[in-house]
């Protein structure tokens, strides 16, 4: 229906405007856009450093905005309400956005469709977060994929459009709706002082996206293969974070690595692999959205996990468990806000199996703490490490931070990088770290670094029991 009526472009984690299809498509039609964000439902579920990130990542999006002759407009929720009140101001006869497919959008976003329809409304919602709908990769019998590698195999040779430009400008309405203005919303007021230290370390907006993408293709995805195992390396591409809030889309940087692995650069492939990990946890959280909630398989659910916030779980999240590469990569979530990928791993597997503690515990707190959260990548890793997920890792392979720091953290850069009790003129990083822990800790510099919280062999020794008698 074009009759000049404006659409409204419910801006949610696209925030981007190439690449953007359901943008581009309605820029297209020649009618006014009027792109919206809500601090709704979705928004009130975020921990304190994904709320803080989303913050700086709307202001350089207005920002974006306002450089094609538009603005961002910014609306208290919830969704549904707040929506029709837009509409009736503006006389919008559509309403478009980004299809997402967690378990609070989905939620939201059918109740907003299906009433926006009831009255006679377009309501839309277009693909852009993923590289495939997680209903088009199906097995040969039809049904959805449980394990990685047969899901890369189909996904591998999926054609994939490629990107579509940013529009140069967009049509703005007769007049603007008014809005909420982003500094009162507070969204980065549960982070306090960590804010600052994370700042100088976030990488926000598209352009700056779209710089880092360039940078990794050009400097590291030839060695990407070994060094992104390496937490003392800058072997990886950092998008994780731009990729949660759809700053950049997963098409631009499929088709980068194409073109890297066209060119026969060594990294690519496994760089593409990676990528399809991050569509194989929206495969799976689309398919099995109980996978936030419970263990992926129901026969771990009597596995004697303790779900207590106890004086060891406080020790695990204030990095001070005493085993030097658990509290390096602890910390180093607080200071930089991301933790690398083996860091995520060595802590989830030091919970989970030498403190005994179930994944929620640890999964709820990497949704507090990092700045790239993403809920289906967050449960699929934690089910991974627990061993309760699909396709995990077996309960009784457990991580030895010992043996794993002298392959991955070999001359203990990562370890003193990031814990200043290790080193006798601590950097700046570690030092950072005392401001960037919530202050109600009450951690100081100057306390001693602690004998480890749970031994590595007992801590082994009492995994493996726990796991036998489950087992029996
Ligand atoms: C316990 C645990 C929790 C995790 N929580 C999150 C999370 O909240 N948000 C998040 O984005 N990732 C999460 N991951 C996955 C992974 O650690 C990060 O995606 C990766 O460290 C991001 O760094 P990068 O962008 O430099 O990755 P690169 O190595 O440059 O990889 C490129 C992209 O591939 C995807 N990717 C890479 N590895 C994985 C993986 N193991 N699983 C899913 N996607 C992957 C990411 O989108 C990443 O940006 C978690 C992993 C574990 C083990």
Known sequence: MDDGSPILWWVRRDLRLSDNPGLAEAAATGRPVIPVFLNDEGVAVLGAAPRWRLGEGLAAFARALAGVGSRLVL?????LPALERLVAET??????WGRLCDP???TRDAEVKAALKARGLEARSIPGHLLHEPWEVKTGQGGFYRVYTPFWRAVAPREVPAPVAAPAH?????IWPDGAELADWRLGAAMGPGAEVVAPHACVGEQAAHARLAAFVAQR???YDSDRDRPDRDGTSGLSENLSLGEISPRTVWHAGLRAREEGRPGA?????ELVWREFAWHLLYHTPEI???NWRPEWEGFPWSQAEDAAVLRWKQGRTGIALVDAAMREMYVTGRMHNRGRMIVASYLTKHMLVHWKVGMDWFAECLIDWDPASNAMGWQWAAGSGPDATPYFRIFNPDTQAEKFDPEARYRRRFVAELSRSPGAEALAFHRAAPARWGLTPDMPYPAPLVGLKEGRQRALDAYGAFKR
């Open 75 to 79: 609306r208290d929720g919830p969704a």
């Open 91 to 96: 006389g919008a006869t559509a309403v478009w």
């Open 104 to 106: 609070v959008s989905r």
């Open 170 to 174: 967009l049509r703005a309405p007769d």
């Open 221 to 223: 995805i030839d060695a």
């Open 269 to 273: 492939e496994t760089f593409l692999k």
């Open 292 to 294: 936030t909630e419970r």
